[in-house]
């Protein structure tokens, strides 16, 4: 099969109010990965995906039912339209999903819906916490108290509320996978609370990483630069948009579809048994990340 030729910057200047939905953005981000062949690698594992509804979430939803787990989605109430999509796209993978609606800052919803995966599958294997909310702001004075607590309870609280829920139920073997960020190591002049958390969740990763070995459950991160997702038009101006990506070496934005299968790759004991509190970085290009 021949490359998959990808969109690249400038992109459509486009804006969204919070939270976004993927079904309105143009062009839509890639996650069906054609050229991705599964091999079986999740057969009957069982995966949790916060912020599975769209994106890099999304993405990977399909890979790992195209490698044979079945997944339960977490995703706000009113990124519906967007859940119902990646339910439709798992189910072509010939695997069944779950849809859990709700908000990881809350403690008492992440335990339900873990609870409430137990119940569909039977069991649970894999946590991805990927969930995310990001506000830009050009000046610290002009960050609000309020987008500053909701950056923090989503980005890190939240990963840290799924798995405590999650840890009674992973078997030996079982995986986490965490969602950080370049600007986690590199810091982001107009994304400092997002920035803030994403460097918690790569040292999040490392300390739960250590803490879990014992118990033979690997904790790792993926920390991709800039990402064609709904995070865009959600939190930046319509020419900050269209510029995503345009200063990496690959002059583009990644598609969801390029970011997925470190996440199988992470999940999968085939290929990473023997890694754990890693953080590794996609970036289109760029050979340093700090």
Known sequence: MSRVKQPRSPMPPQRQAQPGLEARMKPRPRYQAPLYKGSGKLENKVAIITGGDSGIGRAVAVLYAREGADVAIVYLVGEQIDAEETEQAVKKEGRRTLLLPGDVSDPDFCKAAVERTIEEFGHLDILVNNAGYQQT??????????????????NIFGYFYMVRAALPHLPEGGAIINCGSITGMQGSKNLIDYSATKGAIHAFTKSLAQNLVDRQIR?????????????????????EVAAHGQETPMQRPGQPEEVAPIFVFFASEADSSYITGEVVTLLGGKTTAA
């Open 137 to 154: 702001q050009k000046r610290i004075e002009d960050i609000p108290l309020e987008q500053w607590e909701r950056t923090f309870k989503t």
């Open 219 to 239: 904790v790792n991160c993926v920390a991709p630069g800039p990402i064609w997702t709904v995070l865009q038009p959600v939190s930046k101006s319509e020419d």
